[in-house]
């Protein structure tokens, strides 16, 4: 009879993130440069990245009637941002068009399914084109190229963000649970937060935040293909990571006027320890946890 032995090697555990691991992804993701791919006639205002004046304005939810699933994360994070901002985001449920929402909102989110609704959307930036004295160029027109659209706006009149978001049909798969709430995820805390996407090369390093992405060719792919969910799953966390909510505390204390400046970094590097204890509380709340990706919500020791 042969003995079979096995000697059993304890390997090191991965490290969690470090204290400049964060500061290195807020300097990638929230210091840089304005830029804009649109043209604006004379008279626009520049831009002012403060995201208060989107996190605690009003939001509308329009076009299909929204699912449960999509009623369940907004309500999640709304809930999020009271805890983190202190006051309440008025939600309304409103109608077809954006002329069912209150004037004025701050985040206005268009749902749908099936084929991308791109002279709606369109008719959606005229309205805030008017409403917010945005100034686009005369016959200026969109592409839908994404399930997700989020777009940030300046305009005379205060800063809007419009979603363009698909749900999921009314008995969805546990993938498409996973990928319909993702993808709503990512866009309104793009659009509250005003970080950029951080291109991420290394698929062995574990992702620090939701808005890290690994490059993934999923051209010619239909959006509700099961190839395409996956893929796009796979390139970035599924709910926000520790670092996000992190920089959501960071955001709402440092209270500049405009966050995309070194001053950010300033702050956060002289509160570090204060804003990873709120962090800490504001995870442990089980109300957050269909938000979050249970895979990156470590923070620094």
């Known amino acids: 009879m042969l003995a079979a032995f096995f000697c059993l090697v304890a390997l090191p555990a991965l490290a969690g993130p470090s204290r400049a691991d964060f500061l290195k992804l807020a300097q990638t993701g929230w210091v840089y440069d304005l830029d804009t791919a649109r043209m604006r006639r004379p008279g626009t205002v520049e831009p002012k990245l403060d995201s208060r004046e989107v996190a605690l304005g009003d939001i509308c939810l329009f076009g299909e009637t929204p699912t449960p699933l999509t009623r369940s994360v907004v309500t999640a994070y709304t809930g999020l941002l009271r805890r983190i901002y202190g006051r309440t985001a008025p939600v309304?449920?409103?109608?077809?068009?954006?002329e069912s929402c209150p004037p004025?909102?701050?985040?206005?989110?268009?749902?749908?399914?099936?084929?991308p609704p791109s002279s709606a959307f369109n008719g959606d930036l005229k309205v805030l084109d008017r409403e917010f004295d945005i100034r686009f160029p005369p016959r200026w027109h969109m592409p839908v190229?994404?399930?997700?659209?989020?777009?940030?706006?300046?305009?005379?009149n205060g800063a809007t963000a419009h979603l363009m978001i698909s749900q999921a049909p009314g008995e969805p798969t546990p993938l498409q649970t996973r990928f319909y709430t993702s993808i709503l995820i990512e866009e309104m805390y793009q659009v509250v937060s005003f970080g950029a996407d951080i291109l991420k090369f290394d698929r062995d390093v574990p992702f620090l935040s939701k808005l890290q992405e690994v490059p993934v060719n999923l051209r010619y792919r239909p959006w509700t293909s099961e190839a395409f969910m996956r893929g796009l799953l796979g390139s970035n966390p599924a709910g926000l990571c520790g670092f996000d909510v992190f920089m959501l505390h960071a955001l709402a204390a440092s209270r500049l006027d405009s966050t995309n400046s070194e001053q950010l970094l300033t702050f956060i590097d002289a509160n570090f320890d204060r804003i990873a204890a709120s962090t800490r509380e504001t995870m442990q709340d089980p109300a957050f946890a269909l938000l979050l990706d249970d895979g990156c919500t470590d923070l620094p020791d």
């Open 92 to 98: 309304t449920f409103a109608g077809d068009g954006i």
């Open 104 to 115: 004025h909102q701050r985040m206005y989110i268009r749902v749908y399914s099936g084929t």
């Open 145 to 156: 190229a994404s399930p997700a659209e989020a777009n940030g706006f300046f305009g005379r």
